[in-house]
């Protein structure tokens, strides 16, 4: 048997065995250079940002795009332009990353969350019904980590009891639910395009809708609320509503075209890099691979595994198993590592319900009518599994291709085959995570 790398031994995969994203193309070369010898940097209808908004639209199927200057921007855009206000209550998923509910608070509304389906690790739509109160005004389904959550049964459910949908896709460019793509389903879809995205700007974020009156109020909300004058075109400085400042501009705007030319083969390398693993890790037992739900193109942004002790025959508390996998993994090079930690209720934001100013608004609002928001635990018991078992294989993004592939599975191999070992290392020192670089950050 090989020594372990934690025990000892030689690691099978280096650094310089991964190539970092995003991919950067003549394409990005040509159009970032195009803004820089046009002049115009910036602008709501600027060239760039005006083509990248009729670009993902027709690339989506939706009627109308504004670009903005984060994903987290898009929602809460999205949240103001459909109406939702202080004391309303916003549904999403209990594993998500933190703006798809720390939106809602920017909105002086409340979240709620649901847990989650064990298999897709999206919003469990059979629970979402036991969420909804008479303040419920909307609810933000999450394609998470690429895949998308079961648009159906949850536009259903919304149309039910009259409810906004605002779709959080901003992990999820290009998946597709049979056959459409996510962010087409609801009112509204918003994408982030920050640099780990599987479309990347740099920084930005994509708001898409069909209804017009939802884009004429992201328009004004998108910039201060200022209105502009229709004869002349020019602002009027004269807000009608609240706005924010969420503009896009030229450069990231240019780098997030360059990048959507590639998409489609992008995702595709994605997705053949995560079928070979699922189908090779599949084969270990204790190992369990991210699942893809039937008539739906998941796009990958991240990998996930999650591990069980029992079905790989040790007998171990399954957090303290998940960490001692990752540890062996990360000493044999692995870039391997958790990305949420815990269920997003279980954040101090929302044990401690101080928001702003730490004044508790705005569950304030409602807990001075009695009204008591619970964001124990034990209400998401999936989440707190998954937390507990996942980690995240880093790496299946281009270029990396099947000899990275082969070599992860090599790893998984090695480690899974003397598990023995792996559990005497479970409390050495050991820091498993990606690295920044990988993603294109320092
Ligand atoms: C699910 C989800 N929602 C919202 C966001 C917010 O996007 P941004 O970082 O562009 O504001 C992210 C980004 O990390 C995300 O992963």
Not at 204 to 230: P, Q, S
Not at 270 to 295: F, H, M, T, W
């Amino acid at each position: 048997m090989e020594k372990l790398a934690i025990d000892g031994g030689s690691g099978i995969l280096e650094r310089s065995n991964y190539k970092n994203w995003p991919v950067i193309t003549d394409d990005d070369r040509r159009l970032v250079n195009d803004v820089l010898e046009s002049g115009i940097v910036a602008g709501g209808t600027a060239p760039q940002v005006s083509a990248l908004e009729k670009e993902w639209a027709a690339y989506t199927g939706a009627k109308h795009c504004l670009t903005t200057c984060s994903g987290t921007a898009a929602l809460h855009m999205a949240l103001a332009a459909t109406g939702v206000g202080p004391g309303d209550e916003v549904i999403t998923s209990a594993f998500t990353f933190l703006a798809s509910a720390s939106c809602a608070i920017h909105q002086n509304a409340i979240p709620v969350f649901v847990d989650i389906d064990p298999r897709t690790y999206c919003i469990d739509p059979d629970k979402l019904e036991a969420a909804i109160t008479p303040r419920t005004k909307a609810i933000i389904p999450v394609d998470i980590q690429g895949c998308p959550c079961e648009k159906d049964k949850i536009m259903a459910i919304a149309k039910k009891h009259n409810l906004v949908v605002i779709e959080d896709s901003c992990q999820a460019h290009g998946a597709l639910y049979k056959g459409k793509h996510v962010g087409t389903f609801g009112h509204v879809g918003a994408f982030s395009l920050n640099n780990f995205k599987n479309l990347c700007g740099g920084e930005g974020g994509l708001f898409i809708t069909d209804d017009e009156d939802i884009l004429n109020k992201g328009i004004l909300i998108r910039c201060f609320g200022d209105e502009v004058d229709e004869e002349t075109h020019r602002r009027k400085y004269n807000a009608s509503i609240l706005g924010y400042m969420y503009r896009n501009q030229e450069l990231p705007a240019a780098h997030a075209r360059a990048q959507l030319m590639h998409l489609d083969e992008l995702n595709a390398v994605r997705i053949e890099n995560a079928e070979y693993l699922s189908r090779e890790l599949a084969k270990i037992p204790g190992v369990i691979p991210p699942y893809c739900p039937p008539d739906c193109r998941h796009v990958y942004f991240m990998y996930n595994v999650r591990f069980d002790p029992e079905a790989a025959g040790v007998k171990c508390e399954p957090r303290r198993f998940r960490e001692a996998i990752e540890k062996a993994l990360y000493k044999e090079g692995m870039l391997v590592g958790q990305w949420q930690t815990m269920p997003v209720p279980a954040q101090d934001l929302f044990q401690s319900k101080l928001g702003y100013g730490a004044t508790g608004h705005p569950w304030s609002v409602n807990e001075a009518k009695g009204i008591k928001y619970d964001y124990s635990i034990e209400n998401y018991p999936v989440a707190q599994m998954l937390c507990d078992t996942y980690t995240v294989i880093h790496g299946i993004h281009a270029p990396n291709g099947r000899d990275l592939m082969e070599k992860i599975v090599a790893v998984f191999q090695k480690v899974f085959g003397d598990l023995d070992t792996v559990l005497k290392h479970a409390d050495d020192k050991i820091y498993p995570g990606g690295d920044a670089k990988l993603y294109g950050a320092s």
